[in-house]
């Protein structure tokens, strides 16, 4: 909007030279450069990204904010010189910055800068650059021409008298140098021939070249004009026709473009603009706007933008605008006119306009003239304080007797062709309850229904009719303010007021007593406002309504109920003022942002905007003011109305979909740049436009990719989508304000994001590939860190393993052990019976047999186990014999006594103790076979024979009455 604001002076006073010429030329848009003192070159790279020259550094522009490469604190010495005097593009996505001190290339995919010095002094100010058809650069300096060959990364040198300033090629691959009065030179860069021509002018300087699409040369003088070269392969009679020559002004030209729209040559010098017909060397037309013009370059197909000093980026177009503005000059009428509210027509000629705030006026499109207000015929007694001039014309309507009712703030205007208008008011009419009439509808019996300020009418005729009561559910909405009336498929009357939302009337409409009412209102939960412009059935009998708020609704007729479907179908406007529709079935909505297209057949709905960049001279709309005839749309605006025919504008719109690029990689919130430079390369080797594989590192938290649309035109409009695959379920719908994909904390993985955009014209633009996301694990999950856990985990499963099998074998040792002391124990028996008197040959063999057990016996361990045992069998028939008495008698603590049994048996104390008194018991069963269970319990320690008895099955396996016939078994 600010851009809009600041070119409506211009845009009017280039509208009125437009309309002197048959040639178009509109300002679509400025874009001020700002910040700079001089702007002196533009240029589009083969992507669609506009590149600025400045004083203070190189800037590319996207459509929506600026990005500035220069010599800075932070980027020191990127640029030879800040001041950018020339530009071109290679065919290695490098572009080629000449400076007011030598020469640098900028590969844009690894974001480096390289600097070139010429030799000599006079080759340090680079005036032009030029990439010629096999992709040379070529430079142009005060030297001479000098080319850069790829193979030895360096210049070749090629002097002249003249220093060269300007470039241009034919079909042949010949190479034309423009110079500061040295005149034009043709290089055969075959054969290094260089010829001159015949001089162009006093001056004899070629400021810039264009060879045209016909193999013409055209040569912007210094001072002298513009010359046309018909044969510039033939250098002595090349047929030179010469335009604006020995003008004081429009004589300098810094650019010359071909424009194939306007069949036309353009010219940008200080004056302004300068048009040149291709086929008519006399026809120019100099247009004295954009002062200050040093640049200019197109698309081909219509589009031109200039770079200008005071005006800074400036969007023309040539395409003659679909949009057909008629005047109106309200000067002089009794109160003043701020713009049309209500267009209507019933022969395409003669339109009625209805004025805003107060007025009338009928205007012939054939004849280009207007009557005003009593000057109407028929009109010219509606005077006073009930004159047609202070009355608010809201909505008209054609009666079969040739009559137009005209719905006014003071009643109802009766015109017929000859006839004094009449004027119906509440005391005269029995359909009018109100003196303000807002709109009509026509029933099929010919009765009419009439809108007002306080409730709905029904007149069958001028004095006959009455006053329609509605109510539902003893809810009476009669008092209501009608805005608008239609009729549907089903002859269903839908009503648009202002405070009790949408009613439908059903019922047999030549007959009002069978009318029925339903209300759709925030008291009836079926549409949430209380508000409604209109309501409209389209083409496939689908019911839409709007509101002033802006507010789009889609009828569901299963539900029945109105839903709003702004966010479906990216339609945000503050205000909605119409709703129609045109032959083709599309869906007109005017705006507070200009005209909306909305194409309901289409599975997502696409929308199309159009506004002043289009061609619409004003935004400026009233309620329900739209109207078609034919194939005509009618809007009612400031100062006048336009129409248009909706086919014309599908045609009128084709043309290249323009790029979807990627403008800035984020890495929580840090831009790309600003990264450091081995830190960039781990993300992206890449830059972000350039960037197919990202790589997010492990201690990032979130990362963002902006993206933009190089359209250059309502780029505010345009709407855009993103998708994560891997992650996300749908795509994200965002628009040109929050051109941003952004993600936080996202699990460990690989990711594919995919973009894309629909342009103000609803063409779908697609990212050509999926930029490629790999978020990296924390070091902890990476393959590395996986690998040392499998070999912990296999030299712990191994080191279990060996403890296991020694605990096993440990085991193993240790009950062999215990056998052997008990053995031992057997052989303390013999000490005795060594002891005891009997024979000598018995004893001596008992001793010797004893002498040779304890030598094979005597570690720490087992004294310790013999000891255990020991004093086991010393309380042997004591139950309350314990863990701590147990300790006691051992000489140590309880905890060393348990782990010691434990580490040398596997047991545990009363397990320890147990183990011996059921040995015990085995013994004293073999001894005494008759012995009673209670009895032998008592004598091992147990207090109970059931106890004993289930701690023996469980340590031998059978039952104490079932041993001693096991054992003679195994004897046997």
């Known amino acids: 909007m600010r851009r809009v604001l600041s070119l409506l002076i211009t845009v009017f006073v280039l509208g009125q030279m437009s309309m002197a010429c048959p040639v178009s030329l509109r300002i679509m848009s400025q874009t001020p450069v700002q910040g700079i003192e001089e702007a002196r070159k533009l240029m589009f790279d083969h992507y669609g990204m506009m590149w600025v020259g400045t004083d203070q550094g190189l800037r590319s522009f996207d459509g929506y904010s600026f990005k500035t490469y220069r010599n800075n604190a932070y980027t020191p010495g990127i640029l030879p010189n800040n001041y950018v005097r020339s530009m071109t593009e290679d065919q290695h996505d490098g572009l080629w910055i000449g400076t007011r001190d030598g020469l640098a290339r900028f590969d844009r995919r690894r974001g480096s800068f390289k600097t070139y010095h010429l030799r000599g002094d006079q080759a340090r100010l680079i005036n032009t650059l030029y990439t010629d058809k096999s992709g040379t650069v070529w430079a142009g300096t005060n030297a001479g021409v000098s080319r850069y060959n790829a193979k030895t990364d360096d210049f070749i040198d090629i002097n002249l008298s003249a220093g060269v300033i300007s470039f241009a090629e034919d079909a042949r691959g010949n190479l034309y140098i423009g110079t500061w009065e040295g005149g034009l030179l043709r290089l055969n860069k075959k054969t290094g021939k260089m010829v001159s021509y015949p001089p162009l002018s006093t001056r004899n300087t070629a400021q810039t070249m264009l060879m ?80 200050f013009c040093y640049d200019m370059v197109t698309d081909g197909m219509g589009n031109l933008w200039a770079l200008t000093r005071n005006n800074g980026i400036v969007h023309l177009s040539t395409k003659p605008s679909p949009f057909h503005f008629y005047h109106l000059d309200p000067a002089g009428l009794e109160l003043p006119v701020n713009r049309i509210q209500k267009v209507f027509t019933t022969d395409g000629n003669r339109f009625w306009l209805g004025l805003q705030p107060y007025g009338l006026a009928l205007y012939d499109r054939q004849a280009g003239q207007v009557l005003y207000n009593n000057h109407i015929p028929g009109l010219e007694n509606e005077t006073g304080q009930q004159g ?30 000859g006839e004094p208008a009449r004027l119906l008011v509440r005391s005269n009419s029995p359909f009018i309850g109100d003196s303000e009439v807002n709109a009509f509808h026509a029933l099929t019996d010919g009765a009419v229904l009439v809108g007002q300020n306080n409730g709905l009418g029904i007149a069958f005729s001028e004095n006959k009719g009455r006053l329609l009561k509605m109510t539902e559910r003893k809810r009476d909405f009669s008092n209501c ?87 479906r179908y990216y339609i945000g406007m503050g205000s909605i003022y119409s709703i129609q ?59 006048g109305f336009f129409s248009f025919d909706a086919a014309e504008i599908e045609r009128w719109q084709q043309g290249a979909s323009p790029s979807l690029v990627v403008t800035e990689l984020m890495i929580d919130d840090r831009p790309y740049l600003w990264q450091d430079s081995l830190h960039r390369q781990r993300i992206s080797a890449d830059q972000p436009f350039f960037t197919q594989k990202i790589t997010i590192p492990s201690d990032a938290r979130k990362f963002s990719v902006e993206f933009a649309l190089l359209t250059y035109q309502n780029q505010e409009q345009c709407r855009y989508a993103y998708y994560l695959e891997g992650y996300d379920n749908d795509w994200h719908d965002t628009d040109a304000q929050n051109r941003v994909a952004t993600y936080q904390n996202l699990p460990s993985g690989t990711y594919h994001l995919k973009l894309r955009a629909v342009d103000s014209y609803g063409r779908l633009v697609e990212m050509p590939y999926a930029i490629v996301v790999r978020v990296l694990p924390p070091w902890y999950r990476t393959w590395w860190a996986y690998l040392i856990y499998v070999v912990l985990l296999l030299a712990a499963a191994y080191g279990v393993k060996e403890w296991y099998k020694a605990r096993v074998n440990r085991r193993a040792r240790l009950q062999q052990r215990v056998s052997e002391l008990l053995h031992y124990r057997e052989m303390m028996v013999m000490k005795q019976f060594i002891n005891k ?130 054992d003679s078994e195994q004897l046997s």
Not at 254 to 280: F, P, Q
Not at 614 to 623: A, K, L, N
Request: glycine share 6%; net charge negative; proline share 4%.
């Open 388 to 417: 047609i001039y202070v009355q608010t014309i809201s909505d008209m309507i054609e009666r079969p007797d040739g009559s137009i009712w005209l719905a006014s703030s003071r009643g109802v205007v009766i015109w017929k062709e």
């Open 481 to 567: 303010h009608v805005l608008s009336i239609s009729e549907d498929h089903h002859h269903r009357l839908w009503i648009a007021t202002e405070g009790q939302g949408i009613i439908r009337i059903t019922g047999r409409l030549d007959d009002p007593k069978s009318f029925t009412y339903h209300q759709y209102a925030p008291v009836a939960n079926n549409y949430p406002i209380d508000e409604a412009t209109a309501v409209y059935e389209d083409a496939n009998y689908q019911l839409w309504a709007i509101s002033n708020s802006g507010d789009f609704f889609k009828y569901n007729d299963e539900t029945d109920k109105f839903e709003p479907v702004n966010h």
């Open 212 to 291: 045209d699409s016909r193999g013409r040369l055209w040569i912007g003088t210094w001072e002298h004009g513009i010359v046309r070269l018909d044969h510039p392969e033939n250098e002595t009679a090349p047929g030179m026709h010469k335009m604006n020559e020995g003008r004081a002004d429009f004589r300098t030209f810094h650019r010359l473009v071909e424009d194939s729209v306007s069949h036309a040559v353009w010219g940008c010098c200080i004056e302004g603009l300068t048009r040149v017909d291709m086929d008519n060397e006399a026809e120019v037309e100099n247009y004295p706007i954009l002062t």
């Open 837 to 966: 008197p009997g024979g000598k040959a018995e004893r001596e063999g008992a001793r010797k047999v004893l002498e040779v057990e304890e030598q094979q016996h005597s570690s720490p361990d087992e004294l310790f186990l013999q000891k255990a045992i020991e004093c086991v069998k010393q309380h042997i028939d004591d139950a309350d014999y314990d863990r701590e008495q147990f300790a006691s008698d051992m000489c140590v603590s309880s905890s060393t006594l348990y782990n010691k049994l434990r580490a040398l048996t596997g047991e545990n104390v009363t397990a320890f103790i147990n183990s011996i008194r059921l040995k015990e018991a085995c013994r004293i069963l073999r001894q005494k076979p008759n012995i009673k269970m209670t009895e032998l319990s008592m004598a091992v320690g147990f207090n109970t024979p059931k106890y004993f008895t289930k701690c023996f099955k469980k340590e031998f396996g059978v039952l104490p009455s079932e041993y001693l016939s096991q």
């Open 581 to 639: 529709g045109d032959s083709n079935g599309r869906i007109w909505l005017s705006t507070d942002k200009g005209l909306v297209r909305f194409a309901p057949s289409d599975k997502q709905g696409t929308t199309t905007y159009y506004n002043m960049e289009d061609g619409i001279e004003t935004i400026s709309f009233s309620s329900n003011g739209a109207f078609s005839y034919g194939k005509e749309l009618f809007y009612g605006s400031a100062k």
